[in-house]
């Protein structure tokens, strides 16, 4: 089986001091262009948090690992088994626990084909009662998976994809995801871009604790889980 991750900045549920995921409802592949990247750029392949996180805690390298060899060469049923059976599991936690069901997918690693991007879709399709969310640099899997109701989808744009991102947005509309040096250089330039302001992330922006017993960050805000807003990160955090 697939192995889910918890994930305190976009947790389901939070235990009641407020520090814990109670739900993993999260799932990572190893990230960079060797595994599960393709459109990873030279910017986030140098500061990639998740791929930082694989490197200093083997257990966490390990399950991502594991994850990958079980769907890298896999063929299409048998990824959609996969997935499938790894989104039920994660519905019978939500339920137990009567949490909203809210999953990110890739908290770390991306779509690596078009036929696992599918794979996807028809998952997300079949458990219309679960929201998703996700940020992509692999631009093949906006088109699959577009205008799925209950997917919040996000093409991952910085400085070295920017061109590839703008045309993204002008021929499919598509919400971006933007890192920025800074929350100002990256509002200039979304600018040129969008007609509306996008929106600094509040929890990079530190007016979001990460988690608190209210919530994990993500779904106090909302922004991304609900694909509301084109969005702004920033490097330095400021
Ligand atoms: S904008 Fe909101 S939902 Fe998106 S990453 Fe930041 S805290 Fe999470």
């Avoid at 919040?152 to 994809?161: E, G, I, Q, V």
């Amino acid at each position: 089986m697939l192995k889910r991750s918890k994930d305190r900045k976009v947790a389901n549920a939070v235990s009641p001091n407020g520090k814990t995921p109670t739900i993993a409802n999260t799932f990572g592949l190893p990230s960079g262009k060797a595994y599960s990247c393709p459109g990873a750029t030279s910017v986030c392949e140098k500061i990639c948090y998740a791929g930082n996180l694989e490197r200093i805690y083997k257990g966490v390298k390990d399950i991502l690992v594991d994850n990958w060899n079980q769907l890298k060469d896999a063929k299409y049923p048998k990824m959609v088994m996969l997935l499938d059976e790894m989104i039920i599991s994660f519905k019978a936690d939500c339920d137990k626990r009567n949490a909203d069901k809210l999953f990110r997918i890739h908290w770390d690693g991306d779509f690596f084909s078009v036929q696992y991007a599918i794979a996807w879709a028809t998952v997300i399709k079949k458990h219309s009662d679960v929201q998703f969310w996700v940020y992509t640099r692999s631009d093949f899997a906006v088109p699959v998976l577009q205008n799925i109701p209950n997917l919040a989808l996000y093409f991952s744009a910085d400085d070295a994809n920017f061109e590839l991102a703008s045309k993204l947005k002008e021929t499919t509309g598509v919400k971006l995801a933007y890192l920025a040096e800074n929350f100002a250089m990256g509002k200039e330039r979304m600018l040129e871009i969008t007609v509306k302001s996008a929106v600094p992330c509040p929890e990079n922006n530190k007016k979001l604790k990460l988690i608190t017993d209210k919530g994990s960050a993500c779904v106090t805000c909302g922004q991304c889980v609900y694909e509301r807003n084109d969005i702004l990160f920033s490097r330095s955090k400021k």
